[in-house]
Structure formats: structure tokens, C-alpha cells
T-cell receptor, first 112, second 112 residues
Framework: GESVGLHLPTLSVQEGDNSIINCAYSNSASDYFIWYKQESGKGPQFIIDIRSNMDKRQGQRVTVLLNKTVKHLSLQIAATQPGDSAVYFCAENGRGYSTLTFGKGTMLLVSP | SQTIHQWPATLVQPVGSPLSLECTVEGTSNPNLYWYRQAAGRGLQLLFYSVGIGQISSEVPQNLSASRPQDRQFILSSKKLLLSDSGFYLC???????????FGQGTRLTVV
């Protein structure tokens, strides 16, 4: 079936570095993508989203890139901080009603 | 502003006992509502979603059921819990297709 998956289960970076978290999706009909951050024991928190008619979107310290040709999504975090340590999920919506399909997640560990 | 409340935060229940988890949303009308389950170290699996009062769609066959007795209330239930029902249960809401979903803080359920 269709799925969303991540390349790296754990990413370790130093404080101040830029982080890149990658995600591959398989449903070519997906037209909306979201990145979530989840801290231990908490619900996922929305970071940034992008629609399929765009290939780049920027937020505060974060950038999402979408490559529809190879069905790849990435989240870039600039000047990573210890507070960025969390699990990051990509999610896609290929249907109505925001029935998001989530990837397995990448753990980002930021060392001071 | 909109808020979502989910309770309890943690729950330990014996095998065979019933379950009722409640989720309420404030500050919005006619939201789409969702129940997700998250196994340890894994992504989120959609269990149920609802686009209106009394309307429930089930995504996977399981030992659980959902109900929406009021516009902003979503309940997850089971008549008899199984060990495999243990997990982190998350309620979420959104305003429709291709919009972000907002999550509650989750309920950690341990079936013993």
C-alpha cells in the first residue's frame, strides 16, 4: 500500500549546525504535506506545511522542500538548538478530510 | 483560540476491562475529528475519523470503536481491552481537507 517513510531514524547534530531531515512518499496523488515535531510524551506539534503546487516554503528557521519528481520531502532547520531535539514526522494527505498518513519519524538529537 | 483537551494522560487497565477515552475541542465549530494510535518508536496510525455528529469512519479493523455524540466531542471506546491495545492514543482536529491537524497531548494506555 501507499506509505510515507524516512531515510534516517536518528540524526545527531551540534548546536548551531543546520539539520536536514528527509522523507520519501509513495502516493503520487498526495497534494499536501506537513512536518510535525513531537517531544517525548506529548502530541505532535505542527511545524510547517507545503502544497503540491509549491516546491519550497520557508518559516522561522525552517524550510520545507518538495520534489514531486522523485517524491521526496525534506525539512531543513537552520542553526539547530537543543530545544529542537525531538522526533520529526512527515505526513501526507492524498485524500479528503485531512486523513494524514504519517512516516515512522526521525529522532533529532542536538548536542550543546 | 482553539484548544483540544484529551484525558486521562495515563491509564493502566487490566485485560478484558472496558475503555473510554474522551476528547473535546473548544473554539471552533464542525471540526473533523480523529483518533490516532502510536506504538513505541513508531509513526501514527489513523484509527477513526469523523466529519460530523454521529458520522464515524474506521480505518483499520480492531477491538476499538469511536463515537461523536456532540459536535466537539470524540470518544474512543472498547468493551474488552487486549494487551495489544496498549499504546499512545492521540486525538486531533482539523477544519477540513488539506489543512493541518492539531493534536491533543495524548493518553498513554497500558493494558496489563
Amino acid at each position: 500500500g501507499e506509505s510515507v517513510g524516512l531515510h534516517l531514524p536518528t540524526l545527531s547534530v551540534q548546536e548551531g549546525d543546520n539539520s536536514i531531515i528527509n522523507c520519501a512518499y509513495s502516493n503520487s496523488a498526495s497534494d499536501y504535506f506537513i512536518w510535525y515535531k513531537q517531544e517525548s510524551g506529548k502530541g505532535p506539534q505542527f511545524i510547517i506545511d507545503i502544497r503540491s503546487n509549491m516546491d519550497k516554503r520557508q518559516g522561522q528557521r525552517v524550510t520545507v522542500l518538495l520534489n514531486k519528481t522523485v517524491k521526496h520531502l525534506s525539512l531543513q532547520i537552520a542553526a539547530t538548538q537543543p530545544g529542537d531535539s525531538a522526533v520529526y514526522f512527515c505526513a501526507e494527505n492524498g485524500r479528503g478530510y485531512s486523513t494524514l498518513t504519517f512516516g515512522k519519524g526521525t529522532m533529532l538529537l542536538v548536542s550543546p | 483560540s482553539q484548544t483540544i483537551h484529551q484525558w486521562p494522560a495515563t491509564l493502566v487497565q487490566p485485560v478484558g476491562s472496558p475503555l473510554s477515552l474522551e476528547c473535546t475541542v473548544e473554539g471552533t465549530s464542525n471540526p473533523n475529528l480523529y483518533w490516532y494510535r502510536q506504538a513505541a518508536g513508531r509513526g501514527l496510525q489513523l484509527l477513526f475519523y469523523s466529519v460530523g455528529i454521529g458520522q464515524i469512519s474506521s480505518e483499520v479493523p480492531q477491538n476499538l470503536s469511536a463515537s461523536r455524540p456532540q459536535d466537539r466531542q470524540f470518544i474512543l471506546s472498547s468493551k474488552k481491552l487486549l494487551l495489544s491495545d496498549s499504546g499512545f492514543y492521540l486525538c486531533a482536529w482539523s477544519l477540513g481537507a488539506n489543512t493541518e491537524a492539531f493534536f491533543g497531548q495524548g493518553t498513554r494506555l497500558t493494558v496489563v
